[in-house]
């Protein structure tokens, strides 16, 4: 159902209602997950009867609010691999992974995500093996994001060609590279400083190109 060539705002509340569903491609289909008097679909009806569901792309649909893909998405228990690139999203659903001890991968590429609160994404435990963010609006990743504790199955992370700062707020992901640069998907070759600051009292300028080429020392600079 991928690509249908026009645009539709109505959804039936069991238009994928199937005991034997496991793969869904609605994607480019630029539907707009909304409830107003344009659109119409229901957020905790949708997949609710699609109990095998093991495979989704939503990818090229618009989500105004990050709050509806946790009511359409947490009833489907079986889900092991979402895919949800180039949907406008600005920061990850909460209280979603977590419900979903199925899923190991999922693809979030080419969205406008800058942060969010790992707590809160992750809670205490993902089943998250691979997670891909390419292409986002990204510029710092701190400890708060990437729980570990949380993340413990996570294996593979693509950040690449997102704005990174070359500034102190990346102490720890430079330090986290380094000590795990194998779960890092092309890393050095797609991680690019975008914003080296201005000389300031914490942080001295760096011309540098990308976070690789960063020595901690000096991310982790700071005056007397």
Not at 54 to 80: C, Q
Request: glycine share 4%; hydrophobic share 35%.
């Amino acid at each position: 159902m991928g690509n249908l060539g026009f645009r539709f705002n109505r959804i039936d509340d069991r238009a994928f209602q199937s005991s034997t569903l496991k793969r869904l491609l609605f994607f480019n289909n630029h539907f707009v997950f909304i409830k107003d008097v344009m659109h119409h679909f229901n957020e905790t009806e949708i997949f609710r009867h699609s109990p095998k569901l093991k495979y989704l792309d939503l990818s090229g649909n618009e989500f105004p609010s990050i709050h509806v893909l946790e009511k359409m998405l947490s009833p489907v228990k079986s889900l092991s691999q979402l895919i949800i690139d180039n949907c406008q999203l600005i920061t990850l659903p909460e209280n979603l992974f977590s419900k979903l001890p199925n899923l190991f991968y999922v693809s979030l590429r080419n969205n406008r995500i800058s942060s969010w609160n790992g707590q809160r994404v992750f809670g205490k435990q993902s089943s998250l093996r691979t997670m891909r963010l390419t292409g986002n609006s990204l510029s710092t990743i701190n400890e708060t994001m990437f729980p570990r504790n949380a993340l413990t199955h996570l294996s593979m992370l693509s950040l690449g060609n997102n704005p990174f700062a070359c500034t102190c707020s990346n102490i720890w992901f430079k330090k986290w590279i380094l000590t795990e640069q194998s779960i890092f998907e092309n890393y050095p070759e797609l991680y690019h400083c975008k914003t080296p600051p201005e000389k300031t009292a914490k942080c001295p300028k760096m011309q540098y190109q990308q976070i690789s080429d960063v020595p901690v020392q000096i991310m982790n600079y700071s005056l007397p």
